[in-house]
């Protein structure tokens, strides 16, 4: 199910995601399963797993915008004055 966006200016969805998350999501999953089938490594599709969940958006907002934000805030924009008195 395709849902058109409100406003032109929103980018589009499909179901939870945004469609660049699903496209991504897709080519990692056919590199994970490669990986797992051919090698028995399972590493790639856990990380797959990861970076479905965090992109989930509800109300346009998902985990890993967030997560990206904080992390902005706490190591990048942040400023401390060491300076005594």
């Known amino acids: ?3 058109y966006p409100d406003n032109l200016k929103s980018k589009a969805t499909l179901w939870l995601w945004q469609l660049k998350d699903i496209g991504i999501t897709g080519v990692c999953a056919v ?3 490669l990986a797992l089938t051919q ?3 399972y590493l790639p599709i856990l990380l797959t797993a990861v970076y479905a969940f965090l992109t989930i958006r509800f109300e346009d907002t998902s985990i890993l915008d967030f997560m990206n ?7 990048r924009k942040q400023r401390y004055d060491w300076r005594l008195g």
């Open 1 to 3: 199910m395709y849902i």
């Open 31 to 33: 590199v994970s399963i």
């Open 39 to 41: 090698a028995g490594f």
């Open 69 to 75: 934000c904080a992390c902005r805030f706490f190591f």
